[in-house]
């Protein structure tokens, strides 16, 4: 199974699964979508991220991390302060499916779905990871041409379906960054890597990504998304021609004497740290057998809710323990990149309960109808919200409004390849469209390579994404 997207998809499963559900009636009530004013701390969290970096006066000040916090945390805190005051009608509890009482009860509810329900195994699969990765250091002499960079790109992209897209970028973004350590221009080279690694490299399997993995849970066959080879390929083999051509141009540029020059007393080819796949391993293990809402397979035992984020902090302390710190220094290793996506999600999963909602109340009636509406809404949404609440609502939606068979657990095929499609390419277009984009960017920054901001990075994201997302709809939807 998976690193990233089981941890990252069950806490989704356990979680946003629920978030599309009918909600249980209480006293013959029904939860009602918030007011679209709602969306506001979420937008304006949004906002901050984008521009903050960009002001002169706010810009010192934005690069610690306790300023993101405070500024994630209140906008989370104005979210519940309209659920308590504002609202006025019940919400669903993911865990239980009860709906709470209006007021502060409700405010709670929203606090509970956020944090025990998403951000908690969010932030556990991504720490673990993190950690345990940051222990597996490649020695050798590597150069950052773009024969290269595109053979890691490649790697990346062939291995995300199997050990999921957090998996493969926490496992490729250190070797990538140290081989263009040289080099001048390089922020692009992170930009294309968080397209192909961290989102369209994941869908071939359920394990690849989270919404797919969601799919797989609603009745979806493991081995349906298989059947997007051809859009794989033809998405992840165009965005490798481009880049490859894309960083050639760059590499001219570059002083390459200075890049290819050979050291002295060159490192021979190695890997250190070898010991931490065996623990990257058991945390696919925590995420494919530890699932609260299962039991364990052969056994009549649940693991009991957060035994399994237990066990994966767990493991990252001991790898930890069982890694020499020469190799964590060898990586610049530290917690600044994680703590960084910690304070800026808290607010983000708060924030982003509203706009959810509201989605999964009026997703059916948006006039989607056809496959390249589900792939571009589907896409657009999964854009700036999370791409698994996203691709469950228009799931649902496809699946109420019947369709033209062949039929894949009650959707109409083609309009399933058309959400699939769009909840995992289109996740890539911002940094906060699917978990692993902001770490490595995160990462990138902290190994001081200048990313660019939000809007800077939707710049590239529509001047490269968007055109093919267009041939996509057009040769297969």
Known sequence: MNLIADTYAQLEATSFVATTEQPHEEHHGHAEPPAFYSVIPFAALLLCIAFLPLIHKTEEWWEHNKNRFLVAVSLGLVT????????????????????????????????????????????????????????????????GRPILNTGILAIGGAIASFIGTTGAAMLLIRPLLKANAKRDYVAHTVIFFIFVVCNTGGCLLPIGDPPLFLGFLRGVPFTWTLSLWPEWLAMNGMLLAVYFVFDTIRYRKENRAKVEAVPEDPEPFALKGGINFLWLLLVIFCVALLDPSKTVPGTSWSAPHFFREGCMFALAGISLLTTSKSIREQNSFNYEAIVEVAALFVGI???????????????????????????????????????????VVFFETAKSAGGSPPMVA???????????????????????????????????????????????????SCLFLLPLSILLTIFFL
């Not at 239980?96 to 932030?123: C, D, M, Q, R, W």
């Not at 720490?127 to 345990?132: A, E, G, K, M, R």
């Not at 309009?415 to 390419?425: K, R, T």
């Not at 978990?435 to 939707?458: D, L, T």
């Open 80 to 143: 519940l302060l309209y659920y308590t005051f504002l609202y006025g009608h019940g919400v669903v509890d993911h865990g239980t499916h009860e709906l709470s009482a209006p007021g502060f009860p409700a405010a709670v509810v929203v606090l509970k779905n956020a944090i025990l329900g998403e951000y908690i195994p969010f932030i556990a699969l991504l720490f673990s990871l993190y950690v345990i990765s940051g222990g597996i250091a490649f020695n050798g002499h590597l150069v």
């Open 349 to 391: 999963f708060i924030c982003m309960q509203a706009p959810v909602q509201i989605l999964n109340v009026y997703g059916a009636s948006l006039g989607i109808d056809s496959p390249a509406k589900f792939y571009w809404a589907t896409g657009t949404l999964s854009s700036f919200l999370d791409n698994a609440p996203t691709y």
């Open 410 to 460: 009650g959707v109409s095929e083609i309009e399933l390849v058309a959400i699939s499609l769009g909840a995992v390419f289109m996740g890539a277009m911002t940094y906060i469209g699917n978990g692993p984009n902001f770490m490595v960017k995160a990462i990138a920054e902290k190994n001081n390579i200048r990313m660019p901001s939000f809007f800077g990075y939707m710049f590239y």
